[in-house]
């Protein structure tokens, strides 16, 4: 193809190709937090704690501690067939993010403006701040990996 010049307008000078100059943009300041340090969990089942849910047993995974608290991370084991009487409370947790991952077994909740839900072995769901939820069933083999932040959280029941 043959190029075109074209011919500057009466009055306006030829503009000139200039080379822009970029500028990097700070970074915002980083967080500080302590460094955090390396850990290992192997699964033995004398490590699963029975006091956090009377249905439930939770193996801490050594997160919090190597994090400083910045996150936890836990298996939860399901001890006990559902009822809707002990496990079904409407509840929210006061959390930056949440996700939690199906390793065995399935798990329904029913999410505030979002329904009812049922994951499987190799599902994952993310539960944004403060989202009201409440178990619906699970199998009796169910097991779920909790991530967490921060380490420290408040559950809310509702009424």
């Known amino acids: 193809m043959a190029k075109v010049k074209r011919k500057a307008k009466a ?33 033995r089942d004398e490590d699963f704690d029975y006091g956090l849910r009377p249905y439930s047993a939770y193996r801490d995974l050594g997160i919090a501690g190597a994090t400083h608290g910045m996150v936890q991370a836990h298996v939860i084991r399901m001890t006990k067939p559902f009822t809707a009487e002990e496990v079904a409370i409407p509840h929210y947790h006061d959390v930056e993010f949440q996700m939690v991952y199906v390793l065995k077994g399935w798990f329904s909740s029913e999410f505030e403006g979002q329904g009812v839900h049922t994951f499987y072995a190799g599902s994952c769901w993310i539960q944004p701040p403060k989202i009201k939820h409440t178990v619906r069933g699970y199998s009796d083999d169910c097991e779920l990996l909790e991530i967490v932040l921060p380490a420290d959280f408040e559950t809310v029941t509702l009424k």
């Open 11 to 43: 009055g306006r000078p030829k503009a000139k190709k200039t080379k822009k100059k970029v500028v990097a943009k700070s970074a915002a300041p980083a967080k500080t937090h302590k460094p955090q340090r390396f850990t290992a969990s192997h699964h």
